[in-house]
Each structure stands twice: as structure tokens, then as C-alpha cells.
């Protein structure tokens, strides 16, 4: 017989019914049945109901176990008595009867439960994550990590890709975060640094003519810690392709996701191909978000005309300037003063000095819900056939049994705000809430104010996935801090237009063949066509303030790449993190991370970062200067 196991816990049935048995694992659960002892016997398979008697020869060394010691059981099969079977167990139908205990590894007080998922402080799980991942939950979502990899990698060579596996210690490069940054021995005062991406290993690949690449790689930037993004290091599907344009790739990437999702998803309905390509400018305006929540239905308009010259002064002073705009979020179903005052609270915690609104009502009694909803949309059906007539007097009628109130329903009078409800396709009951300014500052707290309504008044569909192309973001924008145009996005990505666009056109309007994939709220993907001309690089990166000789010098190797013949070429990115957190129903990536850092991007269980021995910082040359408490 094997020193420690026959069989593990998750494979004994009726089939082994009698015969004799060794296991091994973890004492997941003991109780004490009027002196019958049971031992809920746990490994990574499973579990198994091992039994000790009094008569049993184990039994005093039964009732020395506590809760995670680790032992070897001898003993026989049995069928579990009637009325004590487990369905929700692979062995539930079973039990050992134990006649023999080998204690492997005993275990001290336990500094936080392994039974159940209860929640625990969360440094408490960090320090001792080995423990944490050994509850039922974690070590789920750390399994289904695995098995979602390995979907995606068989996924892509299907696709004709092939995995190559890119140097971890490279030079510095301007993905849009810090470098962590590795000292070299052998060349005082410089240094390693550890790749943001394998932004150009891949596209010089693609310079090698390797044609289609892949890789699950690891990725590290020093930025700060949030929900949505492990401190230090990540996990990325990494692909580039040659001889493509935007719509292959788009082609060759959505099977692969769409098929993992559908394979995880636990009969969740997921995108059907082909996704919907939403303009960046678009999305901004729509949903106040380069990622937005398709599943929310709430869509903002422009609603600027019906407030020019308007009894609301607030609005009607910032609309004389020629770049401010009014924007309204729609909410049906918000039409109370409660809901929304308390959204105007939400918003005043959020920074803002309030959030505005109009909620419909009932203005006479005889009319009913119903009777409200039927002429509105009798004046609809009148409107859009052209008959005059009717639709004053069905919107006489309409208007008798309908307003406006709030505060700036008040201010600007029953046509204006009527006009709001018609372009709203609001109803009794509903509401509208309004932003103001330039669209370029407002418009991510109104994201905001989206997915909160979307969320208070139930209406985000949560049990689906809803993906989308992200498309024609800005090549450039403007840095108000540094006063100069920067990359909006990957650097690397080929202007629309080429070289013609960057040389004739303000920086500021130009768009680029880059590309996100976003589902339910989350990037999940970022990608582009890559700008393989050398002069048209060289001028991308001279609108951004670096002069031909930085390219060289900090890109030299594809520079020199893209003079040997550069084939067209475009890729993506796609966060394995974000996609193992979606489809294991979590909200933090640290429940899908094996050993993950704090929010102070610290590792509690092997304690780093940690300061270097006076020995090691002499071999690579280096003196540390601390700030000043």
C-alpha cells in the first residue's frame, strides 16, 4: 500500500464499498457525536466522512485532532446509514471506517477560519494566505484561473498562434506608468527595467516575420494600488499579428474571448459576435465612459437648447460660453423627491456642488398610470403621421395630466420641461438629472452618475455579458499639468491618416486605429494597428515632445527594425486578472490572485518590499537616500 494515500478524498463511491483504504489530507471539520466521532477529511480533490468509534483502535488518538492537522486515515468502505447521505459530496453516498491514525503534521490555534468563507480582516489574509487559499472559494477561483488560461492558450493556437515566451529584464519604455527598476551588477549606475508589456519584443517578432504571436505574460508597473488592478504585477493574453487591419483582429480576438466566456460563464447569455463598435467620442457622450456598462440601459443626450436663455440662471450664464454643454441622464422609475435628493447627496460626496434634476408626476387624479403611458403614445403615433390637429389636442390633454417638479422644473417653465420629457422619453414616475460645463470635465463624474442610478433603481441586467469594441480613440491629448500634447494611449498605435494626418493636422484631432474591448464596466482588452513607417514615428513622438534622437535611443531596436522591411501589423492585450475576476463573480482582483500585495503594495506573507543588506547595495553600487520624515 502507498505510504500515504490509495486513494485521494474526492474518489471513493459505492464502487470501493468494502474495501480497504489509506488517505491523506487535512481535518477539515471533527464532530463529536455522543463520543462517535466524525472527520470531514479534506484534500484538493475533496472531501470524505472518515468515523471512529470507541471500539476502533484509533480512537484515542482521534480525540487528540483539532481542526487543520494533517493526517493519514487507514480503514474500510462503508455505506453511509440511510438518511445520511451527502448529494452536494462526490463521496457522499460513502464512509470510512477509520481503524488507524498517523498524524502527518499537526497545527497550532488558527489565526482565521478555513471552514466556511466567512469575511476576515484582510491583512490577516494576506499574512497568512497559504491558510486563505485553502478556503473553499479562493481555492476555486484559483483553479478556475487555471482552467480559464488554459481555455484561452488552446483558444489561440487553434487560431494559427503560436506562444513565445519575452525577456523579463529589458530597458525602460513609455507605456503610461512607472518602471520597476532593476540595478545591473556588471554596469554600475545603470539599470534593468521590468516590462510594462511586451509592447516591442512582439512587434519585433512580427519584424522577425513569427506572424502570428502569443503569450500569458506577466507585466509590472510601479503605479498605485486599486479594486480593479494588482499592485505590481498582472497577467496578460499578449498578441500581435501581421499583414492585419483593424476589423482581423477584431476577427480573430472575439472568438477567442467570447468562446472562454461562454465556456465559464455558468450559463450567463454572453455577447453574440460581432460586437458593437462604439466611437470613443461616442461613448464619452452616451455613458460619460471609455468602458462602459452595456447591461445599464441609461443613455445621456444633450440637452443644451431647451436651457439657452432659460429662467435657470445657472445653466443659461455657463451655456454663453461657447464650449459648455447641458447633459441629462434619464431615470425611470426615479421620479420620487426622496430618490432624488439623495442622489443629490451621493453627488455632493462625490466633490460636485450638487446634481440637479425634474421628476414627472400625476397632475390630475382621473388619470391612471396607464391611462398617462396609452396617450403618450397615441401623441407619438399622431406626431410622427403628421396630424396637426390631433396632436395639440391629444397634447392638451396630455399636459393636463402631467408636470414637472423640482427646482429647476420651477425655473423654467412647463414648455421647456416638457420638451426635456418628450426628447427623454420620460414618463410619470421618471426623473431626469442634469450635468453642466465642458463636457471634458464633467463627463466621468456623469459616468459615474450613470451606473449609480443604473444600480439604485435596479436596472443594470446582472446576470449577462455584455462586451464591445471601443474604437477611434484620440492619438494625443492635452496635459494641463505639463502644458504640452501627450500620447493618449499606446504610443506604438498608427495615426489615422499616416504620416499625412501627423504632419497636417492639429495633434488634437487626430484619431488613431486603437481600440479597447470593454464588458460590464471593465477594460478587459487594449489593443491597435502599429505605426511600422520609421518617419512617421519619429513625428508621432516629436509631437509628444520627444526629438528623433530619444526614439533612437530608448527604441533603437525597433527603430532600426521598422528600416530592415516592416510588415503591417496591429495586436491587443487582453487582462487575464480582470477576465478570471469577472467570470468568478468577484469584485476585487485579490480573490483571483494567488499571493497578492495590500493596497500599500506590500507582500505580508514573505515581507517585501525589504530593505537591502549593506552588502548587497555595495556590490551593485548603490547608496539609498531616504526622505525626510
Known amino acids: 500500500?502507498?505510504?500515504?494515500?490509495?486513494?485521494?478524498?474526492?474518489?471513493?463511491?459505492?464502487?470501493?464499498?468494502?474495501?480497504?483504504?489509506?488517505?491523506?489530507?487535512?481535518?477539515?471539520?471533527?464532530?463529536?457525536?455522543?463520543?462517535?466521532?466524525?472527520?470531514?477529511?479534506?484534500?484538493?480533490?475533496?472531501?470524505?466522512?472518515?468515523?471512529?468509534?470507541?471500539?476502533?483502535?484509533?480512537?484515542?488518538?482521534?480525540?487528540?485532532?483539532?481542526?487543520?492537522?494533517?493526517?493519514?486515515?487507514?480503514?474500510?468502505?462503508?455505506?453511509?446509514?440511510?438518511?445520511?447521505?451527502?448529494?452536494?459530496?462526490?463521496?457522499?453516498?460513502?464512509?470510512?471506517?477509520?481503524?488507524?491514525?498517523?498524524?502527518?503534521?499537526?497545527?497550532?490555534?488558527?489565526?482565521?477560519?478555513?471552514?466556511?468563507?466567512?469575511?476576515?480582516?484582510?491583512?490577516?489574509?494576506?499574512?497568512?494566505?497559504?491558510?486563505?487559499?485553502?478556503?473553499?472559494?479562493?481555492?476555486?477561483?484559483?483553479?478556475?484561473?487555471?482552467?480559464?488560461?488554459?481555455?484561452?492558450?488552446?483558444?489561440?493556437?487553434?487560431q494559427g498562434f503560436f506562444e513565445f515566451q519575452t525577456p523579463i529584464l529589458t530597458a525602460s519604455s513609455p507605456e503610461g506608468a512607472r518602471d520597476f527598476l532593476v540595478p545591473a551588477r556588471l554596469h554600475p549606475g545603470k539599470f534593468y527595467a521590468l516590462p510594462q508589456a511586451p509592447q516591442q519584443y512582439k512587434q519585433l517578432l512580427m519584424m522577425a516575420g513569427f506572424d502570428r504571436y502569443f503569450q500569458i505574460a506577466p507585466c509590472f508597473r510601479d503605479e498605485d494600488p486599486r479594486a480593479d488592478r494588482l499592485p505590481g504585477e498582472f497577467y496578460q493574453l499578449d498578441v500581435e499579428m501581421s499583414f492585419v487591419e483593424q476589423e482581423d483582429v477584431f476577427a480573430a480576438m472575439e472568438p477567442v474571448l467570447r468562446g472562454a466566456f461562454e465556456e465559464f460563464s455558468g450559463g450567463k447569455p454572453v455577447t453574440p459576435s460581432p460586437w458593437r463598435r462604439i466611437p470613443y467620442a461616442e461613448a464619452m457622450r452616451k455613458y460619460g465612459s471609455?468602458?462602459?456598462?452595456?447591461?445599464?440601459?441609461?443613455?445621456?443626450?444633450?440637452?443644451?437648447?431647451?436651457?439657452?436663455?432659460?429662467?435657470?440662471?445657472?445653466?443659461?450664464?455657463?451655456?454663453?460660453?461657447?464650449?459648455?454643454?447641458?447633459?441629462?441622464?434619464?431615470?425611470?422609475?426615479?421620479?420620487?423627491?426622496?430618490?432624488?435628493?439623495?442622489?443629490?447627496?451621493?453627488?455632493?460626496?462625490?466633490?460636485?456642488?450638487?446634481?440637479?434634476?425634474?421628476?414627472?408626476?400625476?397632475?390630475?387624479?382621473?388619470?391612471?398610470?396607464?391611462?398617462?403611458?396609452?396617450?403618450?403614445?397615441?401623441?407619438?403615433?399622431?406626431?410622427?403621421?403628421?396630424?396637426?390637429?390631433?396632436?395639440?389636442?391629444?397634447?392638451?390633454?396630455?399636459?393636463?395630466?402631467?408636470e414637472a417638479a423640482g427646482p429647476i422644473a420651477n425655473n423654467i417653465g412647463p414648455k421647456r420641461t416638457e420638451d426635456i420629457r418628450q426628447q427623454l422619453g420620460l414618463h410619470v414616475g421618471d426623473a431626469a438629472f442634469f450635468v453642466a460645463g465642458d463636457p471634458d470635465k464633467f463627463a466621468k463624474f456623469a459616468g459615474l452618475a450613470r451606473t449609480k442610478v443604473g444600480q439604485e433603481l435596479k436596472l443594470v441586467d446582472e446576470n449577462r455579458f455584455e462586451f464591445c469594441w471601443i474604437v477611434d480613440f484620440p492619438m494625443f491629448e492635452w496635459n494641463e499639468e505639463e502644458k504640452k500634447i501627450d500620447f493618449s494611449h499606446n504610443p506604438f498605435s498608427m495615426p489615422q491618416g499616416g504620416l499625412d494626418a501627423l504632419t497636417n493636422q492639429d495633434p488634437l484631432t487626430i484619431k488613431a486605429f486603437q481600440y479597447d474591448v470593454a464588458c460590464n464596466g471593465y477594460e478587459l482588452a487594449s489593443g491597435g494597428i502599429r505605426n511600422h513607417r520609421p518617419e512617421a514615428m519619429v513625428k508621432a513622438f516629436e509631437i509628444a515632445g520627444y526629438g528623433e534622437q530619444t526614439v533612437i535611443e530608448r527604441f533603437g531596436g525597433m527603430y532600426r527594425a521598422f528600416h530592415y522591411g516592416a510588415p503591417p501589423h496591429g495586436g491587443m492585450a487582453a487582462g487575464v486578472d480582470r477576465i478570471v475576476m469577472l467570470l468568478a463573480g468577484e469584485q476585487n482582483l485579490r480573490e483571483v490572485a494567488l499571493f497578492p500585495m495590500n493596497q500599500r503594495a506590500e507582500d505580508l506573507l514573505m515581507g517585501a518590499p525589504a530593505p537591502a543588506t549593506p552588502k548587497q547595495l555595495r556590490e551593485l553600487h548603490i547608496r539609498t537616500v531616504l526622505p525626510e520624515k
Not at 459530496?89 to 470510512?96: A, D, K, N, P
Not at 390630475?364 to 396609452?374: I, P, R
Request: glycine share 10%.
Open 290 to 402: 471609455d468602458k462602459p456598462d452595456l447591461r445599464n440601459p441609461l443613455v445621456m443626450q444633450d440637452v443644451s437648447e431647451h436651457f439657452r436663455g432659460s429662467g435657470f440662471k445657472l445653466f443659461a450664464r455657463l451655456l454663453e460660453t461657447e464650449k459648455n454643454e447641458v447633459w441629462a441622464l434619464p431615470a425611470p422609475g426615479g421620479g420620487q423627491r426622496t430618490f432624488a435628493d439623495r442622489m443629490n447627496s451621493w453627488a455632493q460626496s462625490e466633490g460636485q456642488p450638487g446634481l440637479g434634476y425634474i421628476f414627472w408626476r400625476k397632475k390630475v387624479e382621473g388619470l391612471t398610470d396607464v391611462d398617462l403611458k396609452l396617450l403618450a403614445v397615441a401623441l407619438e403615433k399622431a406626431q410622427a403621421a403628421g396630424q396637426t390637429e390631433e396632436v395639440e389636442s391629444l397634447a392638451a390633454k396630455y399636459l393636463d395630466g402631467i
Open 1 to 158: 500500500m502507498h505510504r500515504y494515500r490509495t486513494h485521494t478524498c474526492g474518489a471513493l463511491t459505492l464502487a470501493e464499498e468494502g474495501a480497504d483504504v489509506r488517505l491523506s489530507g487535512w481535518c477539515h471539520r471533527i464532530r463529536d457525536h455522543g463520543g462517535l466521532l466524525f472527520i470531514d477529511l479534506r484534500d484538493h480533490y475533496g472531501l470524505t466522512q472518515c468515523v471512529v468509534d470507541p471500539d476502533s483502535p484509533a480512537f484515542a488518538e482521534a480525540e487528540k485532532l483539532r481542526s487543520e492537522f494533517v493526517i493519514r486515515v487507514d480503514g474500510r468502505v462503508r455505506k453511509r446509514p440511510p438518511g445520511t447521505e451527502n448529494p452536494e459530496m462526490s463521496t457522499g453516498l460513502v464512509e470510512v471506517y477509520v481503524r488507524e491514525i498517523e498524524v502527518l503534521g499537526p497545527a497550532g490555534d488558527l489565526p482565521l477560519p478555513v471552514f466556511g468563507d466567512q469575511p476576515y480582516p484582510e491583512d490577516i489574509r494576506l499574512r497568512y494566505r497559504f491558510l486563505d487559499l485553502r478556503r473553499e472559494k479562493l481555492h476555486h477561483n484559483i483553479m478556475l484561473r487555471g482552467q480559464i488560461i488554459d481555455s484561452l492558450r488552446r483558444r489561440m493556437k487553434g
